[in-house]
């Protein structure tokens, strides 16, 4: 997890460093700010592939007219290093510069290859153009703001918070929570705060923060035919594309770790990725939340079968929450209403 920051506004160089450090949290590792004239972009980085600096952000361009911020992960970035820029000589591994110089080389055309989960904001100082792209599931949600002259865009709410933005309350979202228990589509309980909706671009020219465009890069299209393969062809089917999704993202430059709850999902992509290793040590967790909760039965006892069926390692991690105590730093980390349960 990192976390993005943008500013387009009059204000937007002594605004920008309290918004990053709002959201220090999503990472640890690094923190980087860029300003020219009334634009301001901010990135705090967990670092995951290249870890070294020069997988730093804002990450600018080697002519110095492009700038990126980015949260996420790119799990194809190799093949698009050999596909869009065969013998391109790259500075570093990290995913973020193959997004920088495809983009700069393909364009929007980009978006629709990237195998992965983002939310991403390049800056061309030349055209003073920014684009804000959502990846196609929308697993990373960037919030934006537009109102007057400014327009703001985040990880997280709460780095919004603090810009004077207009904190009107939005009640038909509002309802929805109550009616569907989250914020469907691009509503959240502010009237001008909205999160990038999946698969879509947000451009916009710094000059006029008012005059953007929303355009859709990726929708998933059913043209009502249905395959007349057979169950037990399906389900091979299934299994390759499930240990091809897998394999590809336990790509990292740093130790990766599987939360393991015991059910379906999990148990399958701990077995996949040791079919796949089966010589490499795999470290799991758990959460021994004391019994269950709100109704739900304790997966716990499921978990604990993974070491002698799975030949992993399993670390159980107790649960030791004063819900009340802790009532608003959990409020404060969520930013939007929250009504699972799970754990």
Avoid at 48 to 60: A, R
Avoid at 326 to 336: G, V
Wanted: aromatic fraction near 12%; glycine fraction near 6%.
């Amino acid at each position: 997890m990192c976390g993005i920051v943008g500013i387009i506004s009059d204000k937007a160089s002594s605004l920008i460093e309290s918004s990053v450090r709002i959201i220090a949290h999503r990472g640890p590792d690094d923190s980087g700010i860029y300003s020219f004239e009334n634009v301001a972009l901010g990135h705090r980085r967990l670092s995951i592939m290249d870890l070294s600096s020069l997988g730093h952000q804002p990450m600018v361009s080697r002519d110095g007219r492009y700038i990126m911020v980015y949260n996420g992960e790119i799990y194809n970035h190799v093949d698009l290093r050999n596909e869009i820029l065969p013998g391109f000589d790259f500075e570093s591994t990290s995913d973020t510069e193959t997004i920088l110089y495809a983009y700069i080389k393909i364009g929007k055309a980009l978006f629709p290859k990237l195998n992965g989960i983002f939310a991403l904001a390049i800056f061309d100082n030349q055209t003073k153009e920014i684009v804000l792209v959502r990846d196609q599931f929308g697993v990373k949600p960037p919030y934006w703001y537009q109102k007057d002259k400014n327009l703001f865009f985040a990880s997280e709410l709460k780095s919004l918070s603090n810009l004077g933005i207009d904190k009107k309350l939005d009640v038909q979202a509002l309802s929805h929570y109550l009616y569907f228990l989250y914020g469907p589509g691009e509503q959240t309980p502010f009237s001008f705060v909205k999160k990038l909706k999946p698969g879509h671009i947000l451009s916009f020219k710094t000059s006029d923060s008012a005059a953007y465009t929303y355009e859709q890069y990726y929708d998933i299209t059913f043209d009502g035919k249905y395959t007349n393969d057979s169950e037990e062809e399906i389900a091979e089917q299934l299994d390759v594309h499930l240990t091809k999704a897998v394999d590809r993202q336990l790509l990292s430059d740093v130790p990766v770790g599987f939360f393991l709850s015991g059910g379906l999902d999990s148990s399958a992509m701990v077995a996949l990725a040791k079919k796949l290793h089966p010589d490499k040590k795999l470290n799991t967790y758990t959460i021994d939340t004391g019994g269950g909760f709100d109704g739900f039965e304790d997966d716990l006892k499921y978990a604990k079968l993974s070491p002698n069926i799975l030949n992993v390692e399993l670390d159980i991690l107790k649960t030791e929450i004063d819900v009340v105590k802790d009532f608003d730093k959990m409020i404060w980390h969520l930013d939007e209403p929250q009504a699972d349960a799970a754990p």
